[in-house]
């Protein structure tokens, strides 16, 4: 019986990882610690940062407005020209704050590149930002 060929490092990502990946455009990735393989598509998107930046769930920006790929609710980052994106949940999380507190129109998430461009390092750190 043939093995079953691993998938994408990016669950939400249906391509199966041939048997040659280094001659496919696959590439190993170190997301949290830990080697992955993603596919062409998915390995352009995390090294642009199109990932949630707590939990690194990859998005695709072309498709983003569609399909946020895994069904959860997303948040942008209100900094200048950023662009990137993260969970609601996973903010939720890390600043400590409910839902309905994370989605106010008084909330403004700041991915954390922006937040220290914006606060300078110093400052970031004494906030608890970094």
């Not at 490092?9 to 990946?21: F, Q």
């Not at 080697?35 to 920006?61: D, P």
């Not at 890390?94 to 590149?113: H, M, P």
């Amino acid at each position: 019986m043939a093995k079953k060929l691993p998938k994408c490092a990016n669950k939400y990502c249906n391509r199966t990882r041939p048997r040659d990946a280094k001659t496919q455009g696959w590439n190993k990735r170190s997301v949290l610690g830990q080697k992955e393989w993603f596919c062409e598509t998915c390995s352009v998107a995390y090294i642009a940062k199109q990932y949630c930046e707590c939990c690194h769930q990859i998005y695709l920006e072309r498709t983003f407005e569609t399909s946020a790929l895994d069904g959860k609710e997303w948040a942008h980052c209100e900094g200048k020209e950023c662009g990137r994106w993260a969970h609601v949940e996973c903010l939720e999380r890390l600043f400590d704050k409910t839902r309905e507190e994370v989605i106010a129109d008084n909330f403004n998430y700041f991915c954390c590149s922006c937040r220290t461009k914006s606060h300078g390092r110093k400052r970031a750190k004494s906030e608890g930002y970094i």
